[in-house]
């Protein structure tokens, strides 16, 4: 069982930036599939971006694509959210996720992902 810890969430002013981290506890993620997802107010979850468990491979949502960057430290068990140019709309609960994989593909739906984290709220300001 792999527990997982976001941070880094806050207040920023658009065209601001963030990173995130997701700390892994209990397994070391070199097996693990990573995703980040976002939850704002009165939506649902929805995917923002995945990473494969090499980290070579990545994959994006549209409106994130050039502004965001997943990328993942498997020594210290940690996957990151680079987030930059944030607009108003990126506001939401974002939440970390991972599946145990033995492949080398990215994974996009919440169904997909077996262990989460609690979120970290990020909001941005006009």
């Known amino acids: 069982q792999v527990q997982l810890v976001e941070s880094g969430g806050g207040l920023v002013q658009a065209g601001g930036s963030l990173r995130l981290s997701c700390a892994a506890s209990?397994?070391?993620?070199?097996?693990?599939?990573m995703g980040w997802f976002r939850q704002a107010p009165g939506k649902e979850r929805e995917f923002v971006a995945a990473?494969?468990?090499?980290?070579?491979?990545?994959y994006y949502t549209d409106s994130v694509k050039g502004r965001f960057t997943i990328y993942r430290d498997n020594a210290k068990n940690t996957v990151y959210l680079q987030m930059n140019s944030l607009k108003p709309e990126d506001t939401a609960i974002y939440y970390c996720?991972?599946?145990?994989?033995?492949?080398?593909?990215?994974?996009?739906?919440?169904?997909?992902?077996?262990?989460w984290g609690q979120g970290t709220q990020v909001t941005v300001s006009s």
């Open positions: 996720a991972a599946r145990w994989d033995q492949t080398m593909g990215v994974r996009i739906r919440l169904d997909e992902y077996a262990y």
């Open positions: 209990g397994r070391t993620i070199g097996n693990y599939a």
């Open positions: 990473i494969d468990r090499s980290g070579r491979n990545t």
